[in-house]
Nanobody, 122 residues
Framework: QVQLVESGGGLVQPGGSLRLSCAAS????????MGWYRRVPGKERELVAG???????NYAGSVKGRFTISRDNSKNTAYLQMNSLKPEDTAVYYC????????????????WGQGTQVTVSS
């Protein structure tokens, strides 16, 4: 079993910054993909940013240039640095990882965190 613990959400004024963290633990052999998604009530969950083990990244167009995803493979932790926050960034942010749980299994499992609320408001 793999557990994801998210932290760093909260209330911030427009133009402010927040840093989200996602720490994975449990039966992990190797994590391939780590990503942050967000969901606004009434809308589909969307990928905000993702990073592969190779450190290749991708971002939603709406956050490019403002958000930066990074990871520390030694800690199985991903980070999302969010700058120049806007009210439309308000959402519940979810961490997700795709991981191998044993050597040689060849099967990637997807895990989700509980979500952390980010509210951008004056």
């Amino acid at each position: 079993q793999v557990q994801l613990v998210e932290s760093g959400g909260g209330l911030v004024q427009p133009g402010g910054s927040l840093r989200l963290s996602c720490a994975a633990s449990g039966s992990i052999f190797s994590i391939n993909f780590m990503g942050w998604y967000r969901r606004v009530p009434g809308k589909e969950r969307e990928l905000v940013a993702g990073i592969l083990r190779s450190t290749s990244t991708n971002y939603a167009g709406s956050v490019k240039g403002r958000f930066t995803i990074s990871r520390d493979n030694s800690k199985n932790t991903a980070y999302l640095q969010m700058n120049s926050l806007k009210p439309e960034d308000t959402a519940v942010y979810y961490c997700s990882v795709q991981a191998y749980t044993s050597r040689g299994s060849g099967i990637l499992y997807t895990y989700w965190g509980q979500g952390t609320q980010v509210t951008v408001s004056s």
